[in-house]
């Protein structure tokens, strides 16, 4: 969340506590005018106080200082360490309003990821629980409110370590916010790497079941064996953790999968046309060969038959259906007698003419 790593431990190195150190002439008779320092500036948009955070070890050090002052320097030495107790009051508000301003921006950006994530984000939903907390206790942390008397060095003292209780406190309440929402993204990032896994071996198990049933049943095998390149692709992408690689890998997975499958159904819909035009060449063949059996003798059959039964006469030895004829010795006038051979073609016609006989001509 927020950059606030203050440095809050250390030892003081007498040469580092600077204007605290008592002056070598502090004299009633050379005491200076006092102008005390605001006690409060308004330092909550100054990065200032987040880029000089102040050690602990300063207050004591100061506060020892004062006390060495006050009991051995007199009115002036007082003045002056009045002077440097509320500088340090000074600094300690402004890095207070520095960090709940901090703290304020983190908030923001908190409760903004709990709005945008819902439960089916995350692999586990208690993150976001956790979260909820953290901004419903980072919402209720204010800085520190003091009124010392300036001129009083043990209130402004107080007031001191008021300010630096509260930074503390808003610091560590920044930090369970970092470290909730740091949470949050972690679970969200863990459940988008399940899915794009779990969605990847889906798309693997069917693009090698695909691969194994299509040998031979394709129309271009160049496609089974684009197949097979971005199986091996896949299978390394699933190992790694990588979702936009996966992801990838998976889409062109699938791309290769409906090449083949539209391979076979390709080379089906060939091989039927095939099969319906070599069908169609049978039965026109077949076609062409029943005009001899189913035509040219049985018809010629039945019409010799029904030519001799025309003019056959009404003799009892007139033709007979399915024989031709049979042959007439003769008659008496009017009668006749068809004679034929057995494929109708051949008739014979013969009887009297008058009082004549007319012999039987074929």
Do not use: H
Request: charged share 20%; with cysteine.
């Amino acid at each position: 969340m927020g950059n606030i790593d203050p440095n809050m431990a250390g030892t003081p190195d007498p040469k580092d506590t600077g204007d605290a150190v008592v002056p070598e002439n502090s004299g009633a008779d050379e005491t200076t005018v006092f102008q005390p320092v605001g006690l409060v500036e308004d330092a909550a948009d100054s990065d200032e106080g987040v880029k000089k955070p102040r050690p602990k070890w300063l207050v004591p050090a100061v506060a020892a200082s004062v006390a060495v002052v006050v009991l051995g320097a007199g009115v002036g030495g007082y003045a002056y360490a009045l002077n440097n107790v509320n500088a340090g009051v000074q600094a300690a508000s402004s890095w207070n309003k520095a960090s709940a301003k901090t703290l304020r921006e983190s908030v923001e950006d908190a409760q903004a990821l709990l709005e945008e994530t819902s439960e089916n984000q995350v692999a586990d939903p208690q993150v976001l629980e956790a979260l909820k907390n953290a901004v419903d206790k980072a919402q209720a942390a204010k800085g520190a409110e003091v009124s010392p008397n300036g001129m009083l060095v043990w209130e402004l003292l107080d007031a001191e370590n008021a300010y630096d209780k509260s930074t503390n406190g808003i610091l560590n309440l920044d930090a369970s916010l970092d470290k909730a929402v740091k949470a949050v993204e972690k679970s969200v990032k863990d459940k988008t790497l399940k899915e794009a896994k779990d969605a990847l071996s889906k798309a693997i198990d069917s693009a090698q079941s695909t691969l194994d049933g299509s040998d031979g049943k394709v129309q271009d095998n160049a496609t089974r064996d684009a197949l097979s390149k971005a199986l091996e692709t896949a299978r390394k992408a699933i190992d790694g953790s990588d979702v936009e690689v996966m992801n990838t890998a998976k889409s062109d997975l699938e791309s290769k999968t409906k090449a083949v499958n539209d391979s076979v159904k390709a080379k089906e819909q060939a091989d039927a046309e095939a099969q319906a035009q070599a069908e169609a060449a049978a039965n026109a063949a077949a076609s062409a060969n029943s005009g001899y059996t189913g035509g040219g003798y049985a018809g010629g059959y039945n019409g010799g038959n029904a030519w001799g039964n025309s003019y056959g006469g009404t003799s009892s030895n007139g033709g007979n259906t399915g024989n031709g004829g049979n042959a007439a010795t003769g008659g008496s006038s009017g009668n006749g007698a068809s004679s034929g051979s057995s494929d109708g073609w051949d008739a014979c016609f013969c009887g009297n003419l008058g009082s004549d006989p007319v012999p039987c001509t074929c």
